[in-house]
């Protein structure tokens, strides 16, 4: 009698075991395997990945616009070989995407030496708003699926050339 207790006890607890088993392993999987996946299923998830992306270099093509247009205000803020101290602020959002376009196009942090190297605040300012009207332009050819060496070196540029700048204000 005992041994029969013990003996459906342990197939309860067995079958418990089991069931809260399989039932964490269902709850931890996040989608089906593919050959339970249908077709529209994998064409929506498709779609929303390619319009993730597209929205991704939209946001990418719009950060090279606002890096052109505050080079172009450090330019016309320059007064002589002085920059506002409300210079810092321009500098530190263009550096910041250009570092963010530079990443998203398939960049690394190399940094690579001014080819031409500004003397002036002035020569600076001025090359800095050539780079990033290049950079901009470049972000405007490529799309989401191009990974461009000028726009990385571009991007580049435009940093050194921040850091550059940024001595000006000190």
Same mark, same amino acid.
């Given at each position: ?69 505050? %080079? +172009? /205000? @450090? ?5 002589? #070989?002085?920059?506002?101290? $409300?210079?810092?602020? !321009? ?30 605040? %002035? +020569? /600076? @300012? ?5 780079? #990033?009207?290049?950079?901009? $332009?470049?972000?405007? !050819? ?29």
């Amino acid at each position: 009698m005992i041994s029969r207790t013990l003996s459906f006890m342990l197939s309860a607890l067995v079958a418990v075991v089991l069931m809260v088993s399989l039932s964490a392993a269902q709850s931890t999987t996040e989608k089906p395997p593919p050959e339970e996946q249908s077709e529209p299923w994998l064409d929506t998830l498709k779609k929303m990945q390619i319009k993730r992306e597209e929205e991704e270099h939209k946001k990418l093509v719009k950060a090279a616009a606002e890096v052109k247009e505050n %080079a +172009e /205000a @450090l330019l016309k803020d320059a007064n002589g #070989s002085k920059l506002p101290r $409300a210079a810092e602020k !321009k500098l530190k959002e263009i550096e910041k995407s250009a570092k963010k376009i530079r990443s998203e196009s398939g960049g690394g942090e190399g940094d690579q030496e001014l080819d031409p190297m500004p003397a002036s605040l %002035a +020569e /600076a @300012l001025k090359q800095l708003c050539e780079a #990033s009207s290049r950079l901009q $332009a470049g972000m405007e !050819k490529t799309s989401r699926h191009i990974v461009s060496a000028t726009v990385v070196s571009t991007a580049t540029e435009v940093i050194q050339l921040v850091k550059l700048i940024r001595g000006y204000l000190n």
